[in-house]
């Protein structure tokens, strides 16, 4: 109990950091400032696992899946890179709704900021009542499973047909039930005009982030159940993945153009721990199989993205 209230302290804290005393003054985030920043969260995240292996050691937060530190410490990386790696298709579609609402850099981070504060409160209701599914109807981990490949289905048809974010419903939803001002007034979220109050599309982009944060937690959370079920290494590595979102969103949103074929690596990470949840009563997959899976997934659509890009610009330079 006392490692569970001092990690969440520790997150508390350092979002109180962030916004209160490096991002006080709202800047554009440049390319030096995200690298450092992704090192830093990649850092503390890597160096969890140690923790993680002394609380399964010492028996700090219970153990209700009768896990070995060495098996505790597998499925914790195994989570952590399942969700960071899922993070990048939500980056696609964080840097599609700022591209189409024309949210100035310099904003974009304390918007994430509250996206990122309402994302760990989303799921870890989530985590809590998916973990609790899982101990309770043993069979509720096929119906995760089948909507994971569900999921990676409808990615294959339909990721290169990206919504234009004002064409959405939800966008006409927000619309319908508050007025929403064509213009960003500076940092605010409401204006006035008149003897009437608008929201401006600043925070119509905040509830859009955390609305599509919830739609992926719908894929990421089941997910990392299907490696673990266990309540804390769930949660730390989903947290953790997710506080280190923001400093990646600006790392790699110049670069998403070059990595085309990351989205089929997602594709097969959402398809092949849906077929480990449906499998997970048969067959037990080893915690290094599933990690060797995510990891040459992402490396092969990098490396196929990198070749496509080199192969692109040599056609242009002969053309």
Do not use: C
């Given at each position: 109990?006392?490692l569970w209230?001092?990690f969440?302290s520790?997150?508390?804290?350092a979002?109180?950091l962030?916004?209160g005393?490096f991002?006080r003054?709202?800047h554009?985030?440049?390319?030096k400032?995200a690298?450092?920043?992704t ?6 995240a890597?160096l ?6 002394m609380?399964f050691?010492?028996?700090w ?14 499925k ?5 890179l399942?969700?960071l790696s899922?993070s990048?298709d ?5 840097a ?6 024309q949210?100035?850099k310099?904003?974009?981070?304390e918007v994430?900021?509250y996206?990122v504060l309402?994302?760990?409160i989303?799921?870890?209701?989530m985590i ?8 309770k109807?043993s ?8 909507f994971l490949?569900f ?5 294959l048809?339909t990721?290169?047909k ?9 966008y006409?939803w927000?619309?319908?039930i ?9 940092g605010?979220f409401f204006m006035?005009?008149?003897k009437?109050?608008?929201?401006t599309p600043?925070?119509?982009?905040v509830?859009?982030?955390?609305l599509?944060d919830l739609f ?7 997910a990392?159940?299907a490696?673990?079920a ?9 947290i953790l993945a997710?506080m ?6 600006f ?5 998403l153009?070059?990595f085309?074929?990351?989205s ?16 997970s009563?048969h067959?037990?997959i080893p915690d290094?199989l599933?990690?060797s899976v ?8 990098m490396v ?8 692109a ?7």
């Open positions: 109990m006392i209230i001092a969440i520790f997150i508390i804290f979002l109180a962030d916004l005393v991002n003054n709202p554009e985030i440049k390319t400032e690298t450092a920043w090192i830093v969260w990649v850092t503390i890597l969890f696992s140690g923790v993680v292996y609380a050691q010492n028996n937060v219970g153990n209700p899946t009768n896990l070995t530190p060495t098996q505790a410490v597998l914790y990386i195994t989570g952590y399942i969700e899922l990048v939500n980056i696609f579609l964080i599609l709704i700022f591209s189409s609402f949210i100035a310099k904003y974009q981070h994430l900021f996206g309402g994302a760990i989303f799921r870890a209701i809590v009542f998916g973990v609790a599914l899982i101990n109807f069979w509720i981990i096929y119906v995760f499973g089948a490949i999921t990676a289905l409808k990615m048809l990721h290169d990206p919504q234009n974010p004002k064409d959405s419903r939800l006409k927000i619309k319908k508050y007025p929403v001002s064509r213009s960003v007034y500076g605010a006035k005009r008149g009437i109050r608008f929201a600043l925070f119509v982009v509830i859009l982030i955390e599509t992926f937690a719908l894929d990421s959370i089941p990392i159940l490696i673990t266990d309540p804390f290494i769930v949660f730390s590595s989903n997710v280190g979102l923001r400093s990646m969103y790392l790699i949103v110049g670069m153009d070059k085309k074929y990351i089929y690596s997602l594709i097969v990470i959402l398809a092949f721990v849906g077929i480990k949840m449906i499998l009563h067959v037990d290094w599933s990690l995510i990891a040459f997934s992402l490396g092969a659509g196929a993205s990198t070749i496509s890009e080199k192969k610009a040599k056609s242009l330079t002969e053309g």
